[in-house]
């Protein structure tokens, strides 16, 4: 439902100003919450915003542990 996705991608933007305010940038929860506002973006058709917030999560996680990820292309691909 649309009112749905409006209400999670304004709780997981809260989350993520919390998260901002009080964690480091390296802490997994960090890019976690950056996926998910990814996720959130992606399932409401944003495919360009979920790619920002995705791409950053991907950087977090590369520079923590040397892990990437296929999600960011599949939503690249939507958004041609």
Request: glycine share 4%.
């Amino acid at each position: 439902d649309r009112g749905e996705l409006e209400e999670a991608e304004r709780l997981t933007r809260e989350a993520l100003e919390i998260v901002r305010a009080h964690l480091p940038p390296a802490h997994p929860r960090f890019a976690a919450t950056l996926a998910s506002l990814g996720d959130v973006l992606q399932a409401r058709g944003d495919y360009e915003q979920a790619i920002q917030h995705l791409d950053e999560a991907r950087r977090l996680t590369e520079c923590r542990d040397g892990c990437t990820t296929t999600c960011v292309d599949r939503f690249r691909e939507k958004a041609r």
